[in-house]
């Protein structure tokens, strides 16, 4: 066996279907967003209470948020999912890389939601929810249209193969 | 078949309003005794009073005959309130579904679906109980999904729990006459009455309720019952992680006290004595008369000393299993075991817990027979030796593909015995050396399967697993396993999944093969549990 650190990968399958590009504006906003509060929070400290450290933290903050952006794309890139014949397979991460399988006869609901800025580049979220709170299975950036038809598909599919609780 | 499960609507014991409605008058005669107490004090001890209180200001202004009107309409008022709130709860029972409709001004209907039932507990409070009422609740998925009967007559209560499970059995077309002979045999909206006896029967009556055994002695074969002794029922409750923490705060008291802090800390201390003296009493009352048994319809489980409780489990309800051992009891040989379901009763379980601990204590040999009524078909001598295999050894090749040397690294005690296996449609993940723990996942009940690495593990190779159930006490993952070894554990659980489910037939489990629905056939499409 080879000695050198070996990343999780699934042998044998297809091709993974990857989702909308554009998904990376949504994260990278997002972040962003999420940089410049907490930047406003450390301002804050610095400014009112006076405190020098606070300069520090606020340099580590955009150092972290920059990096975050860098690796935006290929986070979004490394998610992915295919529907196999009785299971839905779904990937993501590449840091802490995540497969989940479920079988489609433990759908309880399928859930779509657009945020503010998903919706204004026409994209959205799909949520496969079963019984267990922690399957957590959520493909986010598919053009509408995709996440419209890949419910429907996911609906019909359950309903074929169909498990009591 | 009793006259209470023919699709007809029924209504509960007329005492039902008063049982349910206990702390309203709880708080009412709290009231009263607060305004006469003076008086009470004085009527019963002879100590007098200062002071007047409602009777004397009614007594001073002449006003005795208004007074005892008004008192005499409230009593009417509560009455016809209590009785109409009789009349408009009705339920029935049909092939199909419980139904319960009840309310005066907010009329409610809820409606449980026979063959989504997660389990029907009969539970007696201690006052219903005397007066020999009790209360039945059907357990459906979902949060506050359930449908109660409060309150209907005891024997009652236990003939309707046996009609409710073999009706969901898929039995109903050997057990139910002809549907007109049913029609016939009764009249409409016969209540459920207490027994018309004399008081000398009822009295005994009573008394023989109390007494019996939790289990119907006809129920369940005897030789499927496991019993807690209570000496270690109550060994199990003193060893326990409580009072590790009791002890330490102990010694850290005296400790403080010696080493010159105030005495005021005793002070502090006694509330909590008391308090852990109390824990430690109701543990063991509400597990006292503990017992578990396999009936045709499922696994009971039944305890309790004042208040009792008696849920029935069907078969294919329990969607984990957890047995564990923590290290105090590893002295004793003792085990717990645990079980994640769908459905939840609103009643606690044995211990103050949720409805979760099938086994509260027992040993090694208690925890085979429970998970032989667990888990029926999974008993043959191998897996049996699997369990226990599972249980208690310290690893290396014994059926279980374990966790490489190199995971010494993030769990240098427990590597060598974490580790699963897939036998029979069931999953086994060992795990814990100091406290050891064995999950058992039936795949046919499984939600989704997940491997996951971070970078740590990435640069050892390794990689976590965790199977996903409906939430519960019991979490079924492994914190290590080699990756190449992850990728095969997925595969086997994610393919086992989909065939156990094709072929799991247990939401109708005394239903003949030939009349299975098939999958494609739409009789899921009702949602889970419909409420209305």
């Given amino acids: 066996m080879p000695d050198a650190a070996v990343g999780l990968d699934l042998p044998d399958v297809e091709e993974w279907k990857r989702v909308s590009p554009r998904y990376v504006v ?21 400014l009112l209470l006076d405190v020098q450290w606070a300069l520090y933290v606020i340099g580590a903050i955009v150092l972290i948020t920059g990096a975050s952006v860098a690796f935006e794309p290929r986070r979004v890139r490394a998610i992915g999912y295919q529907l196999r014949r009785d299971d839905l397979l779904f990937r993501r ?12 006869g433990r759908m309880q609901l399928v859930d779509i939601t657009r945020g503010p800025i998903a919706r204004w580049l026409g994209l959205a979220d799909l949520k496969f929810v079963t019984a267990a709170a922690s399957s957590g299975v ?20 359950a309903e074929s193969r169909r498990a009591g609780l | 078949m009793t006259t209470l499960a023919d699709g007809e609507w029924h209504r509960l014991h007329p005492a039902s309003p ?24 004085d009527v019963f001890f002879g100590v007098p009073r200062y002071g007047g209180d409602p009777i004397d200001a009614i007594l001073e202004r002449g006003v005795v005959g208004w007074a005892l009107l008004a008192v005499a309409v409230v009593l009417v008022l509560i009455l016809a309130v209590f009785y109409l709130s009789w009349r408009m709860h009705t339920f029935r029972v049909t092939g199909e579904v419980v139904e319960v409709r009840s309310g005066m001004l907010f009329r409610s209907n809820r409606r449980a ?31 506050d999904a359930n449908v109660q009967l409060a309150y209907l007559g005891s024997t009652l209560a236990d003939q309707l729990r046996r009609d409710i499970l073999r009706l969901a059995s898929g039995l109903r077309q050997q057990a139910v006459p002809a549907p007109d002979a049913a029609l016939a045999q009764t009249s409409r909206l016969s209540h459920a009455p207490a027994s018309p006896l004399s008081p000398a029967t009822a009295a005994a009556d009573r008394a023989r309720d109390l007494f019996a055994p939790e289990l119907d002695p ?31 705060a102990g010694i850290a008291l005296i400790v403080g006290v010696t080493a010159g802090g105030s005495d005021w800390l005793l002070v502090a201390f006694i509330p909590t004595l008391i308090a852990s003296v109390s824990f430690y009493f109701t543990r063991v009352i509400k597990s006292l008369r503990y017992s578990i048994a396999g009936t045709p319809d499922g696994v009971r489980v039944g305890f309790g000393l004042l208040t009792t409780s008696n849920e029935t489990l069907p078969p294919g309800r329990v969607h984990a299993i957890g047995v564990s051992q923590p290290l105090l009891w590893r002295p004793f040989g003792w085990w717990q075991v645990r079980i994640n379901t769908a459905g939840h009763s609103s009643t606690q379980g044995a211990a103050g817990e949720a409805n979760t601990t099938t086994l509260p204590v027992g040993t090694l040999a208690d925890v085979a027979r429970v998970l032989e009524l667990i888990l029926p078909g999974f008993d043959s001598a191998e897996q049996q030796a699997l369990i226990e295999r599972g249980l208690r050894s310290k690893g290396g090749d014994d059926g279980f593909t374990n966790a490489p040397r190199r995971a010494a690294w993030l769990h240098p005690f427990s590597w060598r015995r974490t580790g699963y296996t897939v036998v029979g449609g069931i999953a086994l993940l060992r795990r814990g050396v100091i406290s050891r723990e064995l999950v058992l996942v039936p795949l046919a009940r499984l939600q989704s399967v ?34 190449a070894e992850a990728l095969v554990f997925f595969d086997r659980i994610a393919s086992g999944a989909i065939s156990s489910a094709q072929s799991d037939t247990s939401h ?11 999958a494609a056939q739409p009789t899921w499409k009702q949602p889970n549990g419909v409420i209305e």
């Fill in chain 1, 138 to 157: 959520l493909i986010p950036g598919l053009a509408e249209a995709d996440a419209e038809s890949l419910r429907d598909r996911l609906v019909e599919l």
């Fill in chain 1, 93 to 104: 991460g590449i840091m802490f890389t995540r497969f989940v399988s479920v079988p489609y």
């Fill in chain 2, 113 to 143: 679906r026979l063959d989504r039932i997660q389990g029907v507990n009969i539970v007696r409070p201690f006052i219903p109980r005397l007066i020999g009422a009790a209360k039945l609740e059907v357990s459906v998925a979902g949060q």
């Fill in chain 2, 218 to 248: 006809d129920a369940a074969p005897p030789e499927s019952v496991v019993r807690i002794p209570p000496g270690r029922l109550i060994g199990s409750v003193v060893f326990s992680g409580f009072t590790v923490f009791v002890v330490l």
């Fill in chain 2, 508 to 518: 109708h489990w005394n239903q003949p093969i030939q009349d299975q629905p098939t």
């Fill in chain 1, 26 to 46: 949504v994260e990278t906003v997002g972040t962003i967003v999420f940089g410049l509060v907490l930047t406003a929070m450390a301002a804050a400290v610095w």
């Fill in chain 2, 450 to 483: 997940a491997i996951s690495q971070g970078p740590v593990t990435r640069m050892l190779r390794l990689a976590s697993a965790r199977l996903h159930t409906v939430a519960g006490p019991v979490s079924a993952y492994l914190g290590v396993v080699a990756a």
């Fill in chain 2, 18 to 41: 008063l049982l349910r409605g206990g702390i309203f008058i709880v708080a009412v005669l709290g009231f009263i005794i607060a305004n006469l107490r003076e008086r009470l004090i």
